[in-house]
């Protein structure tokens, strides 16, 4: 194998065991290199310096309510899909400070600067969170306020994103139109086959990052045969001829939803999922484009120096709605029909596109299995 | 100028979590739990950005205790002082009850979408407010009062539970020197006083105004605010002319903290004036 003249839009071969030397050059330009472990029994993101530390041979079983990992020899790297983590983790971080006061004989003094980090390059993202990262650019950033944090991580983020070649019970990215083939976003796409990687160039970071590693331009051929991977993924989540034994492929019917949900905001199913949701806001953790947040005020003892720390926070708590006056929703239902409503409906009105891409987190990651489509089935069927 | 409800800023503003020092100038009381307390920019004059729009709010932060979202009270035309009008119900509000002329505190912003004056030049203009709802209003008042000849026929309806609890009073005199009517009215009777006895609602009936065409400008207790548009409604007042300043928990002012929804609204970005065509749907459910 040799090394040529790359430019964007190439698709290029490189053996499996030259992952590794991406994964060094991406260090050796200065990033924090990131990609998928095994912690805790879930495949999650973690700094990663060796591809050893990818989930090699390991496959995801999912279902409502319901994760596993199982071990294969297969040899594969990427033939799990989504954990708990996204990209939301690194760019909009669970907990960050936004701004310090320290007082001073002049009274207090401010500084609201952000810190500087080191960028991130995230290995082995797939569509789904690539659309979800698309999403979050336009609530941090395409409004009239910018969160200069986000801008500056945003700005450094490099992507080697996977393209799927399976999918587990929970995915209905197809439905969303944000999988399971990644299109746009990434600097680098590759797809995993059986004994090698098809890298697609996507811009010049891409380039660059591909500089020391051996690989060879892909024939039309092996472009084809990488292309198909994505293509019959998609083809077997539209119809029922799963290649595994996939029980029930989910599907969110997109038509009319905007209107159909807040139509019905009265409808019984909101108290019905009500009497199964525990509230615990895991849906909202998970989501990769939850965005909600609040933020702690913390002082030292002296309560001469105070920062500001911004916090994840969820709809399904009774603080994310307090008022002095009260909690406005005071009850799990209209909890659970804000965080609905929000992600389907309303984040249209909002920032002029849907907020779910049917990655299937919300319905893995449920304590108790409450499957959001089958909660918009249930709507749509007694709608008025 | 007065930015229109449907002009946003165009360009990002990065400065968003930017927390400038103000110090206390003075502090008025005026009724028994609510202050009015005038602000001065601590690190210079005016400053790029600073100037406000009738109905948008400041963060105000108190380090050690957090922030509260408080409307201006104060006039537009001046931003190098500007005021809160402020009752005293949580934490932040009680601490900024104990400080003192020249303690200094933190302010974000202005944020939020101002009441739509400019689209109403030529109209009459009709305000009514209960309670503490007349703060953010204030500045509005101030504006028509400083270009009376931009408006037609301008008439306020304001309540408050007892003669006690009415903000602004030593001003009304000159509010109606310079020509706008001012109908004013308490929940309870209350020794000395002679005005009328009721709600604010119950005042729409007697304003002199050309409803059909009025911009109505509403800012009190949620039931009030519903009862007030009905009978505007009476008056063949447009729900695109009604326009409510609505309250939630405003946190970060910006857009981007997902806690001040109502239904498609993200209250501190897109209020919290917002037209009532938008917000009906959603005004009369409870929880949402």
Redesign the interface.
Known sequence: MVSQELTTGDFVRIDKASLQSIVSRLVELGYRVVGPTIVDGAVAFAELSDVQQLPIGVVDEQEAGHYRLRHTDSGSFFDYVVGPHSLKNYLFPACQA??S?V?SD?????D?SPLAAQPIAAIGVRACDLRALAIQDR???G??????AY?TRRKGLFLLAVNCRRATATCFCHSMAAGPAVVEGADLVLTEMDDHFVLRVDTAKGCEALATTLHRHCSKDEIAAAQAVSESLEESMRVDSGKEPIKQRRHLETEGLHDLL?AN??HPEWDAVAERCLACGNCTMVCPTC?????D?I?DLT?DD?H?E?RW?S?FTGE?????SGT????T??RY??WL??KL??WI??FGEVGCVGCGRCITWCPVGIDLTAEVAAIREGAS | MIVSADA??????????????A?IEQIRQETSDVSTYEFAW?DGAKEEGRSFAPGQFHMV?L?????AALSISSNPAKSETFAHTVRR??NVTHALARLSVG????IRGPFGTPWPLDRFAGHDIVIASGGLGLAPLRPVIYELVSNRDRYGRVAIAYGARTPNDLLFADEFQSWRDNDLEVAVTVDMDALGWDGPVGVVPGLIDTLDADFETAAVFICGPEIMMRYTVQEAFQRSAKSQNIFLAM???M?????????C?I????LC??GPVVCYETIA?FLN????
């Open positions: 936004v701004c006061a007082r002049d009274g207090w003094n401010f609201a609530v941090f950033l409004g009239s306020f910018v969160d200069a801008q807040l905001l009265t965005f909600c947040s609040s933020v005020e002082s309560g105070a500001r911004r926070d709809c994310h709605s307090r008022m002095h406005v929703r005071a009850t239902a209209a029909r804000q409503t929000h409906a309303t009105d909002q | 946003r800023p165009a360009l990002p503003q990065p400065g968003g979590w930017r927390c400038e020092a110090r601590r932060y380090p050690g205790y957090g922030e119900l949580g303690d200094s505190v933190g309250e939630r928990n946190s970060c002012g910006m857009g981007l903290c997902g806690r929804q239904g498609p609204v993200l970005r897109d749907p459910l409870e929880d949402l």
